[in-house]
DNA sequence: ATGGTGGGTAGCCCA
């Protein structure tokens, strides 16, 4: 068995309490943390090798963004990808070289997008796009058993988010975005194991905004992280969560942890 | 219709 989780922690310097507590909870032999934002000089290796969490693939950018992933069985880092071409650290991947090997763990963060949803008034939707364009190529020449995780900022469900019809121009629920995320899911057949496990239209949400007095009130959240697996790894997914409760931990992320285990 | 909060870093960007 292989228990893998992903977290978009907002900062893991500020927020390593928050991570040690999920691994003592919940001791996931791999972690991919996003939106790390600081680099790897001053990432905190030594509360993760305190806890036995002793190799890390870290791909980081000072104050923004940045990825990593943080094992307690051996991997080697394989890849890191710029699929914007501009320098942004939003991705890293990782094959498992110990219980569970052959599989390739990809950690990714896509951009958000900026606020509104038209390429010509606001370049970062574009770019929202097209890295998502250059990841489908990508998916493309996949010919191992892979896991991608991260936060897509995309949440495609109507019952990914708290009122499909008022989202619907908002960046993260347009069509467009679902629609290019769908191209990217068709390129490889990956299978989205949390819709496997927690079935549509069964409410799923993985992030409540900070800009609420109470996240809980209207439960007004969004599925903007996943786990997608090749099908053959895929069917090996035996349990899946979302640790809700985390965002009400002292001075919480906006994201919650996802975690699936696999029967590898 | 609007602005709301949070993190990082150094006078704003990003989410």
Known sequence: MIKIASWNINSVRLRIGLVERLLMEEAPDILCLQEIKTVAETFPFEAFNALGYTHHAVHGQKGYHGVATISRIPIREIS?????DNGEARHVGVEVLGPGQGMVLENVYVPAGGDIPDREENPKFGQKLDFLARMTRWAETIDRPTLIVGDFNIAPLESDVWN????????????????????????????????????APE?????????????????????????????????QATGHKVLEQARDWEQPSDHVPLITEFAL
């Open 164 to 199: 499909h019809k008022q989202l619907l121009k908002v960046v993260s629920h347009t069509p467009i975005e679902v629609e290019t995320l769908q191209r990217f899911k068709d390129a490889h057949g990956w299978v989205d194991i949390g819709r496997e496990l927690i079935r």
């Open 80 to 84: 890191r990808h710029d699929w914007q």
């Open 203 to 235: 409410r799923y949400y993985s992030w409540w905004s900070y800009r609420a007095k109470d996240w809980k009130d209207g439960d007004r959240g969004r599925r903007l992280d996943h786990m997608w697996a090749s099908p053959e790894l895929a069917n």
